[in-house]
Structure formats: C-alpha cells, structure tokens
C-alpha cells in the first residue's frame, strides 16, 4: 500500500511539474505575443506619423499653387473651388486620423492635379514664374516620398492585419483590442504619384 501511495504521490509530482511547466511556457508565449503586437502596431502608427508630416506640408504648400495659378487664370473658380474643397476634407481626415477618409480625398485630389496642369499649360507665362517652379519641385518631391512612406505604411499595416487574424495569436490580439487597420490607397484615374510637369 505504500509502494502504491509513493507512486502515486510520485505521479503528482510528475504531472505537477509537466503542469508547471507548460503553464510557465503559456506565460512565456502570452506575454511574447503581446510584446510582438505591441511593437507591429507601433510600426504602424509610427509608419502613418511619417505619411501625416509630409501630407501636412503638402496640404500647406498646395494653397500657394492655388493661388499662383489663379492669379494668371481668373476664370477657373469652380476647379479651385473644387480643389479647395478636396484640400479641406483632406487636412480634416488627416486630422482625424482618418486613413480612409484620407485615402478618399488624396483619390479626389490626385484627379484633379492633372486639370490644374492643364490650366498651368494654357498659361506660358505661368511656367517660367519662379515660385511656380520652386513650389512644382518642392511638390514632385514631397509626391515621391508620400509613395514610398505610402508603401511602407501599406507594409507594416497588412503585416499587423496578419497577425491578429492568426490562431492562437488572435485570442491574444483580441485581449489586447487589436482591430484590423485600413490600407493608405489612392483610387482613381492616377493611381501613381501626382506628376506635375510644366516644362
């Protein structure tokens, strides 16, 4: 009776420790799992952070190449009414960290670049203004490197989107509130950077 007593108090001990030891492992993968989120969503905010800088310099450089060409075209109120209304709703979706609404508007703005060219075209004196071609720079800069900040955003956000969708990793996702970002994509007729080319 005893022998069978030592053994199963031996049994215990054994399962006890097997026990133990899994439950010490599930705290290891928890906790590395959370950490791993933690980072991958802090990749994504910090990938937008990049995107909203350089937005809301262009955002603030686009009023001047308004008015610039408004003042060699008089004629075109509603294309810059239009544009300002897409600016607007822009810098408020920025704002608001609105990542859709952003995209939307960026849509709606980068339709209309190509009719703000046309005008500049129209207009010959308008090419050779010298702050007309420091802002036309400036901005073919600033559209390069919103679409490589864009790419990287669009990277980190769908590598994040994967993770909280996969099993196990998933139950710990949705402990932490993890929801799934939204993509920064442009729709439209350009679904390239803005090209401005007055030359």
């Known amino acids: 009776m005893e022998r069978l007593s030592a053994q199963f108090m031996d049994a215990i001990l054994i399962i006890g420790l097997i026990v133990g030891v899994l439950f010490l492992f599930f705290i290891f993968w928890f906790f590395s799992t959370w950490n791993r989120l933690v980072s991958l969503e802090e990749?994504?905010?910090?990938?937008?952070?990049?995107?909203?800088?350089l937005l809301k310099q262009r955002y603030d450089m686009l009023p001047n190449l308004e008015e610039i060409v408004?003042?060699?075209?008089?004629?075109?109120?509603?294309?810059?009414?239009?544009?300002?209304?897409?600016?607007?709703?822009?810098?408020?979706?920025?704002?608001?960290?609105?990542?859709?609404?952003?995209?939307a508007a960026e849509s709606m703005m980068s339709?209309?670049?190509?009719?703000?060219?046309?005008?500049?075209?129209?207009?010959?004196?308008?090419?050779?203004?010298?702050?007309?071609?420091?802002i036309q720079k400036e901005l073919v800069s600033l559209e390069n490197q919103v679409a490589d900040r864009r790419e990287m955003y669009n990277q980190t956000?769908?590598?994040?989107?994967?993770?909280?969708?996969?099993?196990?990793?998933?139950?710990?996702?949705?402990?932490?509130?993890?929801?799934?970002?939204?993509?920064?994509?442009?729709h439209g007729v350009e679904r390239e950077a803005v090209r401005l080319s007055f030359t």
């Open 43 to 53: 990749n994504v905010n910090q990938s937008w952070a990049n995107i909203d800088v």
């Open 70 to 103: 408004k003042g060699y075209a008089k004629h075109e109120k509603d294309l810059f009414m239009e544009f300002a209304k897409a600016r607007q709703a822009a810098a408020g979706a920025l704002q608001n960290k609105d990542v859709k609404g952003v995209s």
């Open 111 to 134: 339709g209309m670049m190509p009719r703000i060219t046309a005008v500049a075209e129209a207009y010959p004196e308008l090419k050779t203004d010298g702050n007309f071609l420091n």
């Open 157 to 186: 956000t769908t590598s994040f989107n994967k993770q909280i969708q996969m099993i196990p990793v998933t139950f710990v996702a949705s402990m932490k509130g993890c929801q799934r970002r939204d993509l920064f994509e442009v």
